[in-house]
């Protein structure tokens, strides 16, 4: 699609492509992983079935659209081809130096692991359009050269690459429609990357990032910016968002009550604007204070939050109401000091599919999970919950959950009973916990002890006693 120019009535290409594939699955040409913490990206991947596979390559062929060259064995073709996969563990210029009528380029680290890619030049491949340099490592950090020569790209991606600056002649490249640039290390960025008109989706990392020359990263002037990802408060300037006005996905990282407030105020004065809110809330916003609840409150009203994680930030949950949650699918909590039970108002979340409560998010020594609660959760993990004694879980509540991590809650007695009435459970990780709450667990001598027939029914047990120096 990165190719094309081509969008429907209304559309944008991403709409698209995901319509495209909707189509491809019905009909069982493609098998599909739906994202479920997403309310955007619907799809999270796809791929082929073997015979499928085949006879799209052998297709592709026969309409000159790809084809496959092994590279090692010397099989190379070099007539019209347009597009080239490679997947080595070293790759040198040579290797396709004579595809020069390339419009898509994908160089890749081999099984997830890094490539070299020793002296290559990009300038010869003029006609480019999509260039993805994803887990490769090049000489001293530094992209190929001739990069700022592809006038034509519309594509860039060096995702999970050994990079650490951001040539500023990349800001060039005034056809760009998509930047990738979560790097696997620390990453100089020009601050230019505004100047890049007709960019509509920018990946960047939250952390390990700096700005050469100093200053925050500017987004102003980024008319056609669709998704934003890794914005952070810190490193980048918070007013430039609220001149994005056709901004639809955005995940920021935020570290100021007054940086919070401005986001949600200008997210709810936009609610038809956007589709997918995530945000990661740090130490330095403080939801305990006075006017905190509010701020709070304000947030949860926003309706394309799917995502939140707070860490070392104090939050008073509001009560639930249906114009809040409204479409929460995470929620990830670090060191909130609740003292009050949060399953009682996160229990009637409609779409909340993840949560985790991460050391001392709760300081209770009680929860219960109570019968018809948490409809949809998949996926619980309690961790480092230090004063937490019991926990009830009623049956008919988390009637959908797939998987429980129990880490670290060392005053926990015993596994809940309302455990056996879960059918869905496919696994259960129980790790750090005291001898005692394990061998509750288990078989021993050929007899069930107290706690096994509560978990019997569930495909797979992790039990890890805590570690003899901890």
């Not at 990009?122 to 050269?145: H, S």
């Not at 960047?204 to 990802?229: H, M, V």
Request: charged share 30%.
């Amino acid at each position: 699609m990165a190719e094309t120019t081509y969008r429907g009535r209304g559309e944008t290409l991403r709409d698209v492509a995901e319509r495209y594939l909707f189509e491809l699955a019905n009909r069982c040409m493609i098998q599909v992983k739906m994202d479920e913490r997403s309310i955007y990206n619907k799809f999270e991947s796809c791929r082929l079935h073997d015979l499928m596979r085949e006879h799209c390559l052998s297709k592709a062929k026969e309409e000159e659209f790809l084809k496959v060259v092994d590279m090692q064995t010397g099989e190379q073709d070099e007539s019209s081809m347009c597009r080239l996969a490679v997947h080595l563990d070293v790759l040198e210029d040579d290797y396709i130096r004579k595809y020069q009528n390339l419009r898509s380029l994908l160089l890749l680290g081999k099984f997830r692991q890094k490539s070299d890619f020793k002296g290559i030049n990009l300038e010869r491949f003029k006609l480019l359009k999509i260039l993805i340099l994803e887990g490769c490592r090049f000489k001293n950090k530094k992209l190929p050269e001739g990069i700022e020569k592809l006038i034509l790209l519309k594509h860039l991606s060096i995702k999970d690459s050994e990079v650490d600056e951001l040539p500023k002649s990349v800001c060039k490249l005034l056809c760009l429609r998509s930047l990738d640039l979560r790097v696997d290390c620390d990453l100089a960025l020009p601050n230019s990357i505004h100047k890049i008109r007709r960019l509509r989706h920018l990946f960047l990392l939250e952390f390990r990032r700096s700005i050469i020359g100093g200053g925050k990263l500017k987004f102003e002037g980024l008319n056609e910016l669709e998704t934003l990802i890794g914005f952070s408060s810190k490193l980048d300037e918070t007013t430039h968002l609220l001149k994005l006005s056709k901004l639809q996905v955005f995940h920021g990282d935020v570290t100021e009550n007054e940086s919070l407030s401005t986001i949600v105020d200008h997210i709810l004065d936009h609610q038809d604007q956007f589709r997918e809110i995530q945000l990661h809330i740090n130490d330095d916003c403080n939801m305990g204070w006075e006017e905190g609840p509010d701020l709070a409150r304000k947030m949860l009203m926003c309706r394309s939050l799917s995502s939140l994680v707070t860490w070392r930030c104090v939050i008073v949950l509001p009560v639930y109401e249906f114009e809040l949650y409204r479409n929460l699918i995470s929620l990830v909590l670090w060191h909130s000091n609740m003292e009050k039970d949060p399953m009682g108002i996160l229990e009637k979340l409609p779409m909340l599919r993840n949560l985790e409560l991460w050391d001392g998010a709760y300081v209770g020594r009680e929860m219960v999970c109570r019968a018809a609660g948490f409809p949809q959760l998949k996926n619980l993990c309690l961790s480092h919950l230090d004063n937490l004694e019991e926990w009830r879980v009623e049956e008919g509540a988390m009637s959908n959950l797939v998987h429980l991590s129990i880490i670290e809650c060392k005053k926990l007695k015993m596994i809940p009973d309302g455990l056996k009435f879960i059918t869905t459970l496919e696994s259960l990780l129980i790790n750090n916990m005291s001898k005692e709450f394990i061998d509750r667990a288990r078989v021993v001598d050929y007899k069930e002890r107290e706690d096994y027939h509560k978990i019997k029914h569930i495909r797979l047990v992790y039990l890890h006693e805590i570690r003899a120096n901890e």
